[in-house]
Structure formats: structure tokens, C-alpha cells
């Protein structure tokens, strides 16, 4: 049972550099998610994807961009990274069947960058 | 839109005590479901219990229980029996009866003291 797996874990890059993140999950959930997090900020939403191909912006989509050519993977990319893009991101995904608005979100590790 | 307000930065509580996390929630929904998620210094999040809000009976997880009240908006977690693996960033969580993202508050920081 692999779960939800994010990579790099640690990424430094340089304001300018385009940047991806992966998110793989095993499950075939549905739905998958990307928050960042930030001190005093909490986790905040940057997209979400409902089904492979249908993607829709969440509360801080500005400098990213998404797909979701496979239900299993849903990659972000900073297309020209900026210092107030440093955070700590995470993946989520959730099974998504009719009614289960209640079942469980599942959070990969997360991934650490640091944009100098 | 649907917010999610945690009052506590931070709090600490000495082992063995109990302690009480606030969170309150803005929502016109009659239908949804609320949870805590507890994120320790590794950074994975773990839920930690959920509710239904069509339920009335508060939910309980071994030495974690909430006290939900729906007409107040309030779903407030409590620790008994605190165990210095407790500590970590508490996140209270919000979702609509739709498959919608979860809204998350901004968490509570929870230092257990031995």
C-alpha cells in the first residue's frame, strides 16, 4: 500500500527557474488537491482536480499550473519561480464518490522549497 | 464562502491533563462534515476524528472527543489523558455535502509538557 508519494522532497532553485513537483497516488482516487503552507497562513489551496483532465483553481492558483493527464498523477509547475513561493507543499487526494464529501483526504509528505 | 476560524495559536497543556482546542466555522450549508487533522514536527498530516454535522451525537476517537454545536458553529477538540505525542499543529477542517476541497483555520500549535 504505497498511498499518496510526493517528489523531490527538498528542492532549491533560483527565482526565474521553472519547477515541478509530482504527486503520485495508488488508490485511483478521484480527487486530488495541492495546499501550500506557510506560517500564520495555515494550508491553502492552490488547485484541485476532480477527475483526470477536468482541473479547477483553489484560493492561490496565481504562478502555478497543473494537469492531470492520469488520474493517479497531478503534477505543479512554477513556471517562473519567485521568492514568496517558498513553502512547504502538499498533495492530497480523495476517493470522491457520490455523497463521500465525508471520507477521508489522505496527505502525501510534502515537499520543501526554497526559492532563493 | 465557508471560513474556518482557530482563535489559539498556540497552547500547551501538561502531560496527563486534558486540554481544548477552539474552532468555529462560517457556513449557510445545513449539510457537512467537519474534522481535526494533527500535523507532528514530521509534517504528515493525520486525521484525527471527523463529524457529520447531521449527526448530534459527538464524535469520539480513543482519548480525543469533540464538542460540536451546530447552532454556534463550534467544533472544539478535546485531548484527555495528553501525551507528550500529542504535540503538534492542530488544523481544524470543513467540507460541504458537495466533493469540494476542505477548508482548512490556520491551527493551533499544541506543546505537551512533561
Known amino acids: 500500500d504505497a498511498g499518496i508519494t510526493q517528489s523531490p522532497r527538498y528542492k532549491i532553485t533560483e527565482t526565474g527557474r521553472q519547477v515541478t513537483l509530482m504527486c503520485h497516488q495508488t488508490?485511483?482516487?478521484?480527487?486530488m488537491f495541492w495546499y501550500r503552507q506557510d506560517l500564520g497562513h495555515g494550508l491553502r489551496l492552490i488547485y484541485y482536480?476532480?477527475?483526470?483532465?477536468?482541473?479547477d483553481k483553489g484560493e492561490v492558483p496565481d504562478g502555478y499550473v497543473v494537469s492531470r493527464s492520469k488520474t493517479e498523477n497531478f503534477p505543479l509547475t512554477l513556471e517562473s519561480a519567485t521568492r514568496s513561493q517558498t513553502s512547504v507543499y502538499f498533495c492530497?487526494?480523495?476517493?470522491?464518490?457520490?455523497?463521500?464529501?465525508?471520507?477521508?483526504?489522505?496527505f502525501g509528505p510534502g515537499t520543501r522549497l526554497l526559492v532563493l | 464562502a465557508q471560513t474556518v476560524t482557530q482563535s489559539q495559536p498556540e497552547m500547551s497543556v501538561q502531560e496527563a491533563e486534558t486540554v481544548t482546542l477552539s474552532c468555529t466555522y462560517d457556513t449557510s450549508e445545513n449539510n457537512y462534515y467537519l474534522f481535526w487533522y494533527k500535523q507532528p514536527p514530521s509534517r504528515q498530516m493525520i486525521l484525527v476524528i471527523r463529524q457529520e454535522a447531521y449527526k448530534q451525537q459527538n464524535a469520539t476517537e480513543n482519548r480525543f472527543s469533540v464538542n460540536f454545536q451546530k447552532a454556534a458553529k463550534s467544533f472544539s477538540l478535546k485531548i484527555s489523558d495528553s501525551q507528550l505525542g500529542d504535540t503538534a499543529m492542530y488544523f481544524c477542517a470543513f467540507i460541504d455535502s458537495g466533493n469540494t476541497p476542505l477548508v482548512f483555520g490556520k491551527g493551533t500549535r499544541l506543546s505537551v509538557i512533561a
Open positions: 482536480s476532480a477527475a483526470a483532465d477536468i482541473t
Open positions: 488508490w485511483s482516487h478521484s480527487y
Open positions: 492530497a487526494s480523495r476517493r470522491g464518490t457520490s455523497g463521500g464529501a465525508g471520507e477521508t483526504q489522505y
